[in-house]
């Protein structure tokens, strides 16, 4: 509210000739450019500027909004807001190079403006609603009139556009409405959309001149003409925005105006070879055009150029086109037969969408000079060829793309080239795919990475693993726990109610300990006193306790995957089976089968060539199947397609391709998180033999613990139970073997 009320303030202040800082009738000064001043003299009521170089670009907000800089570098209101509404006449000293943006927008008293030849430059809106303007005297040096720079100067009737002048912007002078005194230099070389087309009176005199209005460099500005195939004369180079539309004069009493309607009749078009740029809107929304020959001069197609002329089938791209601007043939419907010439060195976002033509383009659809335009394939993993050297916007989109990988020679990524939900970028590290990555929050996996030289933890199996599987011969016809496990397993809040059960499998128990042991976590020797490797360890009874103890956690051995999709999983599965030679654990891979679900070791993968049915795989997830304990069972790994990440593991007939209707179970989850492995960790993987009150040190305190759990004390709830002479039980066995631990007698 500070702001609203030295507003007020100042606009009272300045109506009844108070001092605002020196006044109004004297001079103010002030800065409005590095090297620029301004001054109003209140007497003559003119505007003057002194100095040299570019002035500054103005935002135009009102004093409501935080003075000083925007975020896109422009000022916020010029310095001269307070005495514009008051000014007749603008001034430009000579040395100034640069009118800026909406400098003098809304000056609506302003009558006559000067400028040097030192101008070469006026920005867009900079003269916009100059209401009362009558007389503008141009620098002969001028080059560039910007957009809107002198809209709705609605009592300008003649203006001098300099020889050398070479760009009029888009609505430049529109609504200028008695502005007939005009003459366009033949040196414009572009004239945006509608710059030109509210002068009335200066259209209506160009119209009886005949159907084409040529102007500046050979610039089809309007063509007036009621044929429905047209041929362009030849010395026409560029097609303008206002081409093809058909001008209808509303004037009033109180009101003139141009209404632009695209030809609906227009069929056919046939263009000159000095044609060399097609402009922004041109043939946009032209219902009924069906053709264009388009010359083999051409070098540009503007935005918007064809945009939305649904029957439009037949066109010829020549060679030697360089750009294609954003939608420039979106919505072109009937448009099913294109060549992008190889010449194209850019094509805008969406140029091409909603064509007959572009859903027929499979795989990757490079245009023009190595640019990726869109990528229509189904898979997952996705390696850019080498040819590629840029992408452009929504070159990628589905959420169901895991990884793409991208070479050294794309040189260009437009902003959002990947739509995608999940994606990894890949690449050599410095690459555009980093900084592209860094740039836009996306993973980013290093190609190039040399191997970390951490421990490989790929499986020996003739160690790493037990030497029995998960079989009733081994485990029985009931499930066995023993007494301490199972009162460990209560008291740290595992579901014990289902336990004491039929047997039917402890795969996922014999699974989570080989990959503890490999990890270090227990260790054969706890197993067993006589074992240095997991694979010497005897099924005893405490063993297969301990098995069916970790068999018993299994709900929580993964959280992430229940949040994955099934691409997900594989794609994790994969990263993660090809870093264990790097030092990354082995992992528990559980997956449903048609009648049950099962739980195995995946350890590393490996390249090659395999069938199963019908179906080609590259690569295989190498896995230790607690059904088939002794060796490698081949048949028990995870085969996938290395692009599409399709898989199988056949001997459980699970077989998973996306949007296949015939898929049959899948994975369930991917998990090496120790944590969750090992979140109920049993006692033997404690890091203090005897810790029973769980301070990780053994002390007299854990004997008297002990000592209060045999005797049943009620009071005792939170304890570690470890069951010190091997019986399955709590006794005071257990006290005596604690206390001679303490002595230092065993």
């Known amino acids: 509210m500070k702001y609203r009320i030295l507003a007020a303030s100042a606009a009272l202040m300045t109506a009844a000739g108070w001092i605002l800082q020196v006044p109004v009738c004297a001079e103010e000064t002030a800065k409005c450019g590095d090297s620029i001043t301004w001054a109003y003299d209140a007497d003559t009521k003119t505007l003057s500027l002194t100095g040299t170089g570019r002035m500054y670009d103005y935002e135009g907000v009102s004093l409501d909004d935080l003075l000083g800089y925007s975020h896109s570098g ?62 503008v005297h141009l620098s002969k040096n001028l080059r560039t009139i910007g957009d809107e720079a002198f809209s709705a100067a609605v009592e300008l009737s003649e203006i001098i556009l300099p020889d050398g002048l070479e760009s009029i912007g888009t609505n430049c002078f529109s609504h200028c409405l008695k502005l007939s005194e005009l003459e366009v230099p033949k040196s414009v070389t572009y004239i945006g959309k509608e710059g030109l087309s509210d002068c ?44 093809w539309t058909q001008p209808r004069f509303i004037e009033s009493a109180t009101y003139r105006y141009t209404a632009l309607n695209p030809r609906n ?45 649904a029957k439009l089938s037949e066109i010829n791209l020549p060679d030697g086109l360089l750009t294609i601007g954003e939608y420039a043939f979106y919505g072109c419907k009937s448009l099913a037969d294109l060549t992008v010439p190889q010449t194209v060195t850019f094509i805008g976002k969406y140029a091409l969408d909603d064509t007959a033509w572009l859903p027929l383009q499979k795989g990757f659809l490079i245009l023009g000079d190595g640019c990726l335009y869109r990528y229509n ?8 060829p080498d040819s590629v050297r840029s992408i452009s916007e929504n070159a990628f989109s589905g959420a169901k793309i895991m990884e793409i990988r991208i070479p050294d020679t794309v040189k260009t990524i437009d902003a959002g080239a990947f739509d995608c939900k999940n994606v990894t970028l890949a690449g050599s590290k410095g690459s555009i795919a980093e900084k592209y990555a860094a740039e836009n929050d996306l993973p980013f996996r290093q190609t190039d990475a040399v191997p970390s030289g951490k421990k490989d933890m790929t ?6 693993i037990w030497s029995f599987g998960n079989t009733s011969n081994i485990f029985g016809d009931d499930y066995y726990i023993s007494a301490i496990d199972l009162l460990a397993l209560k008291n740290r809040g595992v579901n014990t109610a289902n336990i004491e059960t039929e047997w039917n499998g402890s795969c996922v128990g014999l699974a989570i300990s080989v990959i503890l042991a490999k990890n ?24 297969q306790s301990f098995i069916n103890y970790y068999q018993c956690t299994q709900d929580k051995t993964d959280t992430k995957s229940s949040l994955e999709s099934i691409s997900q999983k594989c794609y994790r599965m994969v990263n993660t089976a090809k870093n264990v030679p790097n030092g990354e654990s082995p992992f528990l891979l559980t997956f449903a089968t048609k009648s049950a679900s099962h739980g195995v070791v995946g350890y590393g993968q490996e390249s090659g060539e395999w069938e199963f049915g019908g179906k080609a795989y590259d690569e295989r997830i190498l896995v230790w199947d607690p059904n ?19 898989y199988c593991i056949p001997r459980y ?22 944590a969750m492995l090992n979140a109920y960790p049993h006692s033997l993987a404690q890091t203090v033999s005897g810790d029973i009150n769980g301070d990780k040190q053994l002390t007299v305190a854990d004997a008297v613990l002990l000592a209060r759990i045999c005797a049943e004390d009620p009071a005792v709830t939170d304890y570690r139970p470890q069951d010190l002479d091997g019986d399955g039980y709590l006794t005071v066995t257990d006290v005596t073997e604690l206390l001679k631990m303490l002595a230092g007698t065993k």
């Open 74 to 135: 422009q000022r916020n209101d010029p310095p001269w807001k307070s005495v514009i509404e008051n000014a007749e006449h603008i001034e430009v000293s000579d040395g100034i190079e640069y009118i800026g943006y909406n400098a003098f927008k809304d000056a609506e008293s302003v009558q006559e403006i000067t400028m040097p030849d030192s101008v070469t430059e006026i920005g867009c809106s900079a003269f916009k609603n100059t209401s009362q303007l009558e007389t």
């Open 200 to 243: 009335i009176e200066w259209v209506k005199a160009q119209r009886k001149k005949g159907d084409f209005l040529i102007v500046g460099d050979g610039i089809l500005y309007q063509y007036f003409g009621k044929e429905t195939s047209v041929t362009v004369p030849d010395g026409v180079k560029v097609i303008g925005g206002n081409a």
């Open 265 to 309: 009749d227009l069929e056919s078009v046939s263009l000159p070879d000095s044609v060399t740029e097609i402009c922004p809107d041109t043939f946009r929304e032209l219902e009924q055009l069906q053709s264009v020959r388009l010359p083999e001069n051409l070098k540009h197609i503007g935005t918007n150029a064809f945009r939305e002329s």
């Open 377 to 384: 394939g189904r898979d997952k993993v996705i390696w850019i």
């Open 459 to 464: 499986l020996d199996l003739e160690k790493d």
């Open 520 to 543: 270090g976590i227990v260790t054969p020797a706890q197993l067993q006193a006589d074992a240095k490797t997991l694979f010497e360890v005897q099924p005893s009874i405490a063993v």
């Open 628 to 646: 088939y304990p002794d060796k490698l069972y081949d048949e028990s790994c995870v085969y996938y397609d290395s692009k599409t990440l399709d």
């Open 653 to 674: 007939d699970v077989h998973y391709a996306d949007g296949a209707a015939d898929n049959t179970a899948g994975i369930i989850s991917v998990c090496n998180d120790m």
